[in-house]
Structures are given as structure tokens and as C-alpha cells.
């Protein structure tokens, strides 16, 4: 998919998926020499899309590393965010928590039920766990599946919702429910990651029990 963008947004993706990282490692990425990497970081930094910033690692010289800014990460668009967050504050001060959590209920109960009606019954946690990915990529999230020793990593690198869950984090706790009522009760799934919590995605282990 990467490959397929015009060649001035190519860096926009790579830093979305990747997270903050620095020139050369880009450069390889984009599979351009150093200097094309700088010209493009250069170009997309003047648009206030990207900025450098230097990290110091040990003892060794600081290191100048890329990452997307506000206006960068704005490029992936967080679906009605506005209006959504205004719908959740008016709900709150309307109607209350308690009826702001019935609505999220019956989100995470639709999603569950979409899932499962997607996913195999029978077949093995990986198998699972890659369907579910290819579902929430589907939704917006870029989420991929991921081996890690004996769990798997469901690895989402954007949040549609984030201004949502930003503004009501139970949407974060009932996506986690869902996922733990999807993949059913001989499996434990923690979130290692978290957007909301600075993290450049969202990342959660899966594990048989």
C-alpha cells in the first residue's frame, strides 16, 4: 500500500506506522539515499506536517529523530471527531454517565456480534487473531497481526475514534471487552499500548491460557 502513495506522503505513512524514528532508517524504508529522505522530511516539515527533535541515548552524540506532528497526524482523520465529541459531552450533561455507558455498551454488543459472525468458530488463536486484524484495518484502524513467541500482537497503528475516546475512555475499556468476549474465555489479551496514553498505536498480546 506504501508504495502505492504519492512519493511526498510516503514518509507520512512510514512515521504513522513505524513511530518517531531517525533519518537513515527512513531512508531505507523509502529506499532513497539519506539526502532524497532529508529533502522530503525537509518538505513535509515546512507544511508543519513532521518535526525533528534530538534524543540522547547513553553517552553517544544526541540523535535527530522524525515524527509526526498534530497537523501530520490529523492527515489520518478521525472519523466525525467533532461531532462525536460534542454528541458525548451533550450525553453526559443531558442524560447522565449512566446513559452514556448504555450507549457504549450497545456499541461494543454490535462490534461483538459483527465479529463473531466473521470469525471461524473452530480454527487456531493465529487464525483468529489475523481475521480479527483484517477486520479492524477494515474499520480504519491499520491493524496488523503479529507473532510474538508464544502470544500473538494485534497491532493497531491508527484510532478512528480517538477524539471520541479521548473524550469518554470507556470506548477503550469496551473495545478491550470485545475483543475478550470475541476470542473467548481460553485466551488472555492485555493492552500494552495505548494512543490515549502517548503511544504512537495501540498494541495488545494475546496469549492461550
Not at 515546512?46 to 515524527?67: D, H, I, T
Not at 443531558?94 to 462490534?111: N, Y
Amino acid at each position: 500500500m506504501i508504495n502505492n502513495l504519492p512519493e511526498h506522503e510516503r514518509a507520512l505513512w512510514i512515521l504513522k506506522l513505524k513511530g518517531p524514528m531517525p533519518l537513515q532508517p527512513i531512508a531505507g524504508e523509502l529506499q532513497v539515499t539519506v539526502e532524497g529522505a532529508r529533502f522530503q522530511l525537509l518538505k513535509l516539515a515546512a507544511e508543519g506536517l513532521v518535526v525533528a527533535s534530538s534524543v540522547v541515548k547513553g553517552r553517544g552524540r544526541p540523535q535527530q529523530v522524525w515524527s509526526l506532528t498534530d497537523l501530520g497526524q490529523s492527515r489520518f482523520p478521525d472519523t466525525h471527531a467533532d461531532l462525536t465529541v460534542r454528541l458525548i459531552e451533550m450525553t453526559r450533561e443531558k442524560l447522565g454517565e449512566t446513559a452514556l455507558q448504555t450507549i457504549i455498551d450497545g456499541h461494543r454488543e454490535s462490534a461483538i456480534q459483527k465479529y463473531k459472525s466473521s470469525l471461524a468458530s473452530e480454527g487456531s488463536l493465529e487464525e483468529k487473531v489475523k481475521q480479527l486484524a483484517r477486520l479492524r484495518f477494515e474499520e480504519g484502524y491499520m491493524a496488523i497481526a503479529e507473532q510474538e513467541g508464544d502470544a500473538f500482537l494485534l497491532i493497531e497503528h491508527h484510532c478512528p475514534i480517538c477524539a471520541a475516546a479521548k473524550a469518554c475512555q470507556g470506548f477503550c475499556n469496551s473495545e478491550l471487552k470485545a475483543f475478550r468476549e470475541v476470542l473467548g474465555t481460553g485466551v488472555e489479551i492485555e493492552r500494552v499500548a495505548h494512543i490515549i496514553k502517548g503511544d504512537h498505536r495501540c498494541a495488545y498480546r494475546i496469549t492461550a491460557k
